[in-house]
């Protein structure tokens, strides 16, 4: 479908366009729209994609610097610290200075790149879109805070909730997992996944979608179909590709409590996966180190 409206092309602005922002930059890119990234160093912008240089935590360096007529914001940012200020900066402060620069310039969709991290639900029972948002840690806090800021906004907005992204350029686990350095014990619990690129298909699935007039729920889960635990995962890349035996101090397991995110309503809103389970993601990437 192309991403066009009243206008030749649709415009959007990816800020914080970083690893995961200029994939969806790219991909939005491809998909007929003229495609406007903001990070602090805008020279690492993407070729093909307009960069802006500003610093969302420092409101005077948006001044002049974002296009009219913007349809979409897509906001990707990931926290320059790991500590708690790093995170009300990326989530919160950054989003409220960039609304506080968007004023009252109507947008089509705004777009807030979150977290299944929102959860704290430990049961390894089901969670969709609809269950209890009370993180116990500050990341999650942070992240919730920044939703709500978004969905407050006087724009119309979805939140995206990811669950944990891997794929090609995030081989951290199957690294860990061929080095020993995996060992949870059975039974594990859950975890969730998505490929990298699926996360940035589900977005421009739901930029399409906007674009072309169609209603959006205001949060989706974007997540595989299979919900799995991680021992199962382990074991499965241990049948596939000779591992190396557990080391001593090997992790036992996630640090994200154990749940079973749901995909429905991101299936009943049109998206077909590439990747559907963890499977199809990791047979492509083991295959590709042989």
């Known amino acids: 479908m192309a991403m066009t409206n009243h206008k030749q092309l649709s415009r959007i602005l990816v800020a914080g366009c970083g ?5 969806m930059a790219l991909a939005l890119a491809e998909n007929n729209a003229q495609v406007f990234g903001l990070r602090r160093s805008p020279e690492k912008v993407p ?33 320059s610290s790991y500590d708690e200020q790093g995170y009300h900066d990326a989530y919160v402060t950054g989003l409220k200075n960039l609304l506080n620069a968007i004023g009252e310039r109507p947008l089509t969709r705004l777009f807030f790149v979150s977290s299944t991290s929102v959860y704290a639900q430990n049961d390894d029972g089901w969670v969709d879109e609809t269950s209890t948002t009370e993180p116990s840690r500050f990341t999650g806090k ?3 805070q920044g939703e709500q800021t978004a969905l407050n906004s006087i724009h119309p907005a979805t939140v995206v909730r990811f669950s944990g992204i891997y794929g090609p350029t995030r081989q951290r686990f199957l690294e860990e997992v061929l080095e020993g350095r995996m060992n949870p014990q059975p039974p594990a619990p859950y975890s969730n996944r998505i490929h990298e690129q699926d996360a940035v298909r589900a977005i421009t699935h739901m930029s ?5 007039g169609k209603d959006l729920e205001d949060v989706y889960i974007v997540t595989d179909c299979e919900p799995v635990r991680l021992d199962e995962v382990v074991a499965w890349v241990q049948q596939q590709i000779p591992c ?13 409590g154990s749940k079973r995110c749901s995909n429905q309503r991101l299936l009943a809103s049109g998206f077909e996966f590439r990747y559907p389970d963890f499977r199809a993601g ?3 990437m083991i295959n590709s180190l042989s």
Not at 19 to 23: E, H, I, R, V
Not at 244 to 256: I, Q
């Open 19 to 23: 690893k995961l922002g200029g994939d």
């Open 47 to 79: 070729a093909g994609i307009t960069g802006i240089g500003a610093d969302l935590t420092k409101p005077e360096t948006l001044e002049g610097k974002l296009p009219d007529d913007l349809d979409i914001v897509i906001y990707c940012l990931t926290p």
């Open 142 to 144: 942070h992240i919730l």
């Open 208 to 212: 399409e979608l906007a674009l072309a």
């Open 244 to 256: 190396k035996a557990p080391v001593e101090g090997a992790r036992k397991g996630g640090r994200a």
């Open 282 to 284: 990791y047979r492509e």
